[in-house]
C-alpha cells in the first residue's frame, strides 16, 4: 500500500497536479495507466519532455500526471481500447482523500489523512 502522508511518499503537491512525481499508475476505477510515451492503446500528444515535472516523458513513466493543466488534476489515458482516459486519485498533501491502489495486484482501499508539514 502506498504511504500518501506528504513525508516524502505518494501525495500531490498542489492542487492542480503539476508538480506530482509519485508513482501512481491507475485511475480512480482502476484501470491501468498507459504510458506517456506510447501510443497504443491510445494515441495522443502529450510526449513533450517539458510537459512533466518528472524531465521526461519517459521518467513519468505510466504514471497519473497532469501534462495538459487540465481541470480534473491528475489523470492518464488507460490501458483499456474503450476508455481513453480517466482522473486519478491521488490525495492532496495534507487533505483526506479516498483512493484505490492495485499494487501486486491487491485491491486496497483507504483513506488517509495527511498532516502538512
Known amino acids: 500500500m502506498l504511504d ?3 513525508d ?6 498542489t492542487p492542480d497536479g503539476r ?11 482502476g484501470r491501468q495507466c498507459q504510458a506517456w510515451t506510447s501510443q497504443s492503446p491510445h494515441s495522443h500528444s502529450y510526449g513533450e519532455d517539458d510537459m512533466f515535472p ?11 500526471r ?25 490525495p492532496i498533501c495534507g487533505q483526506s482523500l ?10 486496497c482501499k483507504a483513506v488517509h489523512t495527511c498532516n502538512s508539514k
Do not use: F
Open 19 to 29: 508538480e506530482y512525481t509519485g508513482h501512481v499508475s491507475v485511475t480512480a476505477n
Open 54 to 64: 518528472d524531465g521526461s516523458a519517459e521518467a513519468a513513466s505510466n504514471y497519473c
Open 98 to 107: 479516498r483512493y484505490v491502489n492495485y499494487q501486486l495486484n491487491i485491491n
Open 4 to 6: 500518501v502522508c506528504g
Open 8 to 13: 516524502g511518499s505518494d501525495c500531490n503537491p
Open 66 to 90: 497532469n501534462p495538459s493543466n487540465h481541470p480534473v488534476n491528475l489523470w492518464c489515458y488507460t490501458m483499456d481500447p474503450d476508455i481513453r482516459w480517466e482522473k486519478c486519485d491521488v
